[in-house]
């Protein structure tokens, strides 16, 4: 839960850290510049801060959701981010299976075919040990 005090800004980058990690946030304000050091505030203020920071939905739930949007535009650099992220969010590799699966009826199986290549790569060492499917 967010502390009343914290602007959003600050609520987004401890946010966008908790759920991304410190390494990928770290390398992306280690490529801000003049060009995109507006746009890296607005997203760390408005997607993290202000949305990711809402109480409506827990973030695995917006881990879920981020996944199968990612699925459905072909976002494939951002869909292995949010699926690493969905992990630390506490969305199983099962779970994230049926978002892909589910992403295959609304969004096409070319698409979730795709993103099941991407997943197997990004989840390869989370994956062992889990039950094949029956």
């Not at 992220?85 to 009826?105: I, P």
């Amino acid at each position: 839960m967010s502390d009343a005090t914290e602007d959003g800004l600050t609520r987004g980058m401890r946010i966008r850290r908790e759920v991304l990690g410190d390494a990928h946030v770290d390398a992306a304000i280690s490529r801000t510049n003049g060009l995109t050091a507006d746009f890296q505030a607005f997203i760390t203020r408005y997607a993290w801060g202000d949305v990711w920071g809402r109480p409506g939905l827990d973030r695995r739930t917006r881990s879920c959701i981020t996944v199968a949007m990612l699925v459905a535009l072909g976002r494939d650099e951002e869909l292995a981010l949010h699926l690493r992220a969905a992990r630390t969010n506490g969305v199983t590799v099962d779970e994230l299976k049926e978002v892909l699966l589910q992403s295959a009826v609304y969004c096409g199986v070319p698409a979730a075919n795709h993103a099941f290549a991407i997943a197997a790569t990004v989840l390869g060492d989370a994956m062992q040990g889990e039950e094949p499917a029956k």
